[in-house]
């Protein structure tokens, strides 16, 4: 059978399986190529996307794993994000990244009002816009959840079982994108919000302990990871 040679304007054909590769070198080129990968993204890269860099019968997860064990000491590590994997700056050095100021911002530009709508969806979500101007003890406006929208905070979940079936709304995949959270079990308690500068330390006590409030455990034992979207 003669093989039909390649044209110059034909892609190569890319070895996944490295078959010819002993094995131990085969791993570690797969580690190398997940890590060019989540390198180069610039959003958290899901499993379906490395998989296509690694052979069919690798498993990225023990990948993942070797990758963060050979980061150890290191100012960054991979991390989960929203069900994909990105590389991080460890928190320790935060200090040193924001003092270079060689790093833009990319953190979403939120109003002390839209950061606590936003925490007030987030902790109990799916809620309606009336919940969450009960639970903020005053009138959120249409802009607000608006604004939220427009920044791909949160979308609109299920309609609400009460009079009038208003929807409610849920975070979005973003948010935990942007927060660096891989599923909203990882919400922070209330003196990490002030630490991520959503709540203000010095804000009145009563919005304080509204937000506090919000992050106790959900009464209704729902499950809040399938919510986030």
């Known amino acids: 059978m003669v093989k039909r040679k ?23 080129e797969w580690m190398n190529r997940i890590e060019a990968v989540l390198f180069a993204a610039p959003k958290p890269v899901d499993r379906e ?16 794993d ?28 935060a200090d040193a990244i924001a003092t270079s100021a060689a790093v833009p911002d990319r953190s979403v530009d939120l109003t002390q009002n839209e950061a606590m709508v936003l ?20 009138e959120v406006s249409r802009d607000v959840i608006g604004a939220l929208r427009d920044k791909n905070m949160i979308t609109a979940g299920p309609r609400s079982p009460t009079a009038g079936a208003p929807f409610t709304y849920v975070t979005t995949k973003g948010f935990l994108e942007n927060f660096g959270l891989d599923t909203l079990r990882d919400l922070p308690d209330l003196e990490a919000l002030e630490n991520a500068g959503l709540l203000d330390e010095h804000g009145d006590e009563d919005t ?7 992050a106790e455990p959900n009464p209704d034992g729902d499950d809040e990871e399938d919510l986030a979207v």
């Not at 069919?56 to 990948?63: G, K, N, T, V």
């Not at 304080?208 to 919000?214: D, E, F, I, W």
Request: no cysteine.
């Open 49 to 64: 996307a490395l998989a296509r860099v690694v052979g069919r019968d690798a498993s990225i997860d023990p990948l993942i």
């Open 66 to 93: 070797d990758i963060r064990e050979a980061l150890r000491g290191k100012p960054y590590d991979v991390v989960n994000i929203a069900g994909a994997w990105a590389f991080r700056t460890r928190t320790a050095y």
């Open 119 to 138: 925490v007030s969806i987030a902790y109990h979500q799916p809620v309606t816009r009336a919940g969450v101007s009960e639970i903020l003890g005053r």
């Open 6 to 28: 390649r044209t110059a304007a034909e892609p190569p054909i890319f070895d996944a399986e490295l078959a010819d590769m002993p094995a131990d070198l085969r791993w570690r």
């Open 208 to 214: 304080r302990m509204a937000v506090k409030g919000m």
